[in-house]
C-alpha cells in the first residue's frame, strides 16, 4: 500500500484580476509521505497560503476562483468533492492551524466546549468521554494545568496558550495530515520554539503529516524533512532540507538564505535583503519569474520560462542556469 498521504497534481489555482484569470497557484506538484514534515517557503505573496488553503477549499468563498489539477487525499481529488464531504474531511483526516489563534476559537465558548464539541461531532464521543479526551489533549500540548484551561475563555489566556488551545483541537481528532499556515510568526520566539518542538513530538508520537507554510527558513531548518521554496505560484527548487541548506541553487532560495540573520554581523551592519518585492499577479514577468529580481538573469531569462530540472535525487531546481547544463527535466 501507498505511504502517499496527499498529492497535489500540476494545481492552478486562478483569480480574475483586470478581467484576465491570473494564477496565485501555477503549476504546483507535491507529494508528502505518512509521518513528513513538508515544509512550503517563500515572501508574502508567493502563493503559500492560497495553495494550502485550496486544499480544504477555504477559498471556495471567492466566488471567483478557478481550481485546476489534482489534490488527491487517501486516493480521492478534493477539488471533486462536494463541500459537506470536505466538512466531514476538515478537523478530522486534515487539520489546519493558522498564525491568528482567535479566528479559530469562538470568543463566547470556553476551551472545554468547543474541544468537547469537536469530538463528540467528528469521534462521536459521549459528554464524558469526551472531556476526558479534551484534557488528556490539553496536557499533551504542554497546557499547564489542563483541568483549569478546560473552563476558561480563549481570551483568557496568552498568545502562546491559545495556541496551544488551537493545536489541541485541530490534533484531537489524531488527523492524518495537519497544515499549519504560519502558526508561530505572531508569537515571541521561546513561545515559537515550544510550538515548533511539540510540532515535532506530535508528529514522531502520532505519525501525522505536516504541511508546514512559513517565511522562516530558520523554522524550516528546525522542523521539516524537506522544502519547497515558492515564488509567484510556483515551486522554484525543491529537496530535503539537509540538502536545501547545504547546497541552495536557486538564486532565490540562496537569497533567502542569505537573509537570515547570524550572530557576527557586525553593529550598524545592513542584514542583506534579496532586492525588490514581488510583483502583484497583474505584473508576473513572462519568462521566469524570479527574472526581474534575480542578478544572473539575462534576455533568455526574461523570454522564456524554465524547465523544472532534477540536478541530484531529490533536488530539483527551475532556472535556466541549471537546466542549460543538460539535467534531467522532470
Ligand atoms: N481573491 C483574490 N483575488 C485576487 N488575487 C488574490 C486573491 N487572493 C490572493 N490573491 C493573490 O495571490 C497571491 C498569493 O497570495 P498568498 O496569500 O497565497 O501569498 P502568501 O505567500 O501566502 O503570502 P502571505 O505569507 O502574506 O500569506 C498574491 O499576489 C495575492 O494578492
Redesign the pocket.
Known amino acids: 500500500m501507498s505511504d502517499t498521504i496527499l498529492e497535489i497534481k500540476d494545481l492552478h489555482?486562478l483569480?480574475?484580476?483586470h478581467k484576465k484569470w491570473?494564477p496565485?497557484?501555477d503549476g504546483v506538484n507535491l507529494k508528502i509521505e505518512k509521518g513528513e514534515i513538508t515544509g512550503v517557503v517563500?515572501?508574502?505573496?508567493?502563493?503559500?497560503?492560497?495553495?494550502?488553503?485550496t486544499i480544504l477549499r477555504l477559498?471556495d468563498h471567492?466566488t471567483?476562483?478557478r481550481y485546476e489539477g489534482e489534490i488527491l487525499f487517501e486516493g480521492e481529488d478534493l477539488l471533486k468533492q462536494p463541500l459537506n464531504k470536505i466538512r466531514d474531511i476538515r478537523g478530522d483526516r486534515i487539520s489546519v492551524i493558522f498564525q491568528d489563534p482567535l479566528t479559530s476559537l469562538s470568543p463566547v465558548h470556553t476551551v472545554g466546549s468547543q474541544l468537547s464539541e469537536v469530538l463528540t461531532l467528528h469521534k462521536g464521543l459521549n459528554k464524558e468521554q469526551a472531556k476526558e479526551k479534551a484534557i488528556e489533549m490539553l496536557k499533551l500540548t504542554g497546557i499547564p494545568n489542563p483541568e483549569n484551561c478546560f473552563k476558561q475563555y480563549p481570551y483568557e489566556l496568552s498568545g502562546g496558550m491559545q495556541q496551544r488551545v488551537m493545536i489541541a483541537m485541530a490534533l484531537s481528532c489524531e488527523p492524518k495530515l495537519l497544515i499549519a499556515?504560519?502558526p508561530t510568526t505572531a508569537l515571541d520566539v521561546t513561545i515559537q520554539e515550544q510550538i515548533l518542538q511539540l510540532i515535532r513530538e506530535l508528529n514522531e508520537k502520532l505519525g501525522m503529516s505536516v504541511l508546514f507554510?512559513t517565511?522562516d527558513m530558520g523554522a524550516v531548518a528546525n522542523l521539516c524533512h524537506n522544502v519547497k521554496v515558492?515564488y509567484?505560484?510556483q515551486v522554484v527548487e525543491e529537496a530535503s532540507t539537509e540538502e536545501l541548506f547545504q547546497n541552495p541553487l536557486h538564486p532565490y532560495t540562496q537569497g533567502l538564505l542569505s537573509c537570515i540573520p547570524h550572530l557576527g554581523v557586525k553593529k550598524g551592519e545592513p542584514l542583506p535583503v534579496i532586492e525588490g518585492s514581488?510583483p502583484?499577479?497583474s505584473k508576473v514577468p513572462v519568462g521566469c519569474h524570479f527574472c526581474t529580481r534575480c542578478k544572473m538573469a539575462d534576455q533568455h531569462c526574461m523570454e522564456h520560462e524554465p524547465p523544472a530540472c532534477e540536478v541530484a535525487p531529490g533536488h530539483v531546481v527551475k532556472c535556466w542556469k541549471y537546466a542549460e547544463s543538460g539535467k534531467q527535466e522532470v
Open positions: 489555482v483569480f480574475p484580476v491570473l496565485a497557484v517563500g515572501e508574502s505573496g508567493s502563493g503559500k497560503s492560497v495553495m494550502s488553503q477559498r471567492d471567483n476562483v499556515d504560519e507554510i517565511h515558492m509567484l505560484g514581488v502583484p499577479l
